[in-house]
C-alpha cells in the first residue's frame, strides 16, 4: 500500500493513525499542498478531488479519509476501530462525522485560501473564522461525549476508534491555530489519552520532518 498524504493534513493523520493502530506498514508518499503538487497531472488522475489522503491498494487509489479507514477496518479487522453492535457503530460515526463533516470542511486549506484570495479576507477575519467553527463544532462534541454513558477512556469505550482517528487531529490543529479548548474537558481528557498511544504520538505532524 501506498498513502499519497502531506504532514499537515488532519485527514491524512486520521489514515496514519489507522495504519499504526493496526501495525500496517505503507509506503508515505509526500504531496506537499503549499506547492500544489495536487494539482499535477498525476495526482488528479488518482484523485480528481485534489486531496489528500489517497490510499493506493494493487494499483486502485481509494479516497476520503474515512472510507479509507473503514476499508482498512474491513480488510485487517484487529484491532476493530467500529466494534459493537448496529448501534454502537452509528455513534461511532456520527461522533466522526461531527468533525469530519462538520467541523474540517469549513476550515481545510482550500476554504482559508479562498477566504484570503478571492473573498480578499483578513489574516485576522480568516483566523477568526477558523477559531469560531472549531470551538463551536468541538462544543457540541463536548455536549455528546460528557452526556452518554458510553464515553470511555476513549469516544466509545476503553480502545481507540474510528471517531478518536478522527478528533485527534483536529485538536492537534485547533492547538496549531490557538483555539479555546478549555471550554471542552472531555474532549481533552479523551485527545490526552490518545496522545498517550504511539499510534497518535508517532504519526503526527511533529513527528516527521518539516515540509520544505
Not at 469560531?132 to 452526556?147: F, I, M, P, T, Y
Request: charge should be negative.
Amino acid at each position: 500500500m501506498q498513502l499519497y498524504n502531506y504532514v499537515r493534513s488532519s485527514a491524512s493523520y486520521r489514515v496514519r493513525i489507522a495504519l499504526a493502530l493496526k501495525g500496517l506498514d505503507c509506503e508515505l508518499l509526500p504531496v506537499h499542498l503549499l506547492r500544489h503538487e495536487q494539482t499535477s497531472a498525476d495526482y488528479r488522475a488518482l484523485a480528481p478531488s485534489q486531496l489528500v489522503p489517497s490510499l493506493l491498494v494493487d494499483d486502485q487509489p481509494l479516497t476520503q479519509s474515512m472510507a479509507i479507514i473503514e476499508y482498512l477496518d474491513e480488510v485487517h479487522p484487529e484491532p476493530g476501530l467500529l466494534p459493537g453492535d448496529a448501534l454502537a457503530r452509528a455513534r461511532i460515526r456520527s461522533l466522526a462525522q461531527d468533525v469530519a463533516c462538520e467541523i474540517h470542511p469549513l476550515n481545510n486549506l482550500r476554504v482559508l485560501r479562498y477566504l484570503v484570495h478571492e473573498m480578499k479576507v483578513g489574516e485576522d477575519d480568516k483566523t477568526r473564522w477558523y477559531k469560531h467553527w472549531v470551538e463551536s463544532g468541538l462544543e457540541v462534541l463536548e455536549q455528546r461525549l460528557a452526556g452518554d454513558a458510553r464515553t470511555g477512556r476513549f469516544c466509545h469505550g476503553d480502545t481507540p476508534t474510528l471517531a478518536d482517528c478522527v478528533l485527534v487531529p483536529q485538536i492537534v490543529n485547533a492547538q496549531r491555530f490557538g483555539c479555546r479548548l478549555d471550554h471542552v474537558p472531555t474532549v481533552m481528557r479523551v485527545f490526552d489519552a490518545c496522545m498517550r498511544l504511539a499510534a497518535f504520538a508517532n504519526t503526527q505532524p511533529s513527528a516527521y520532518p518539516e515540509p520544505a
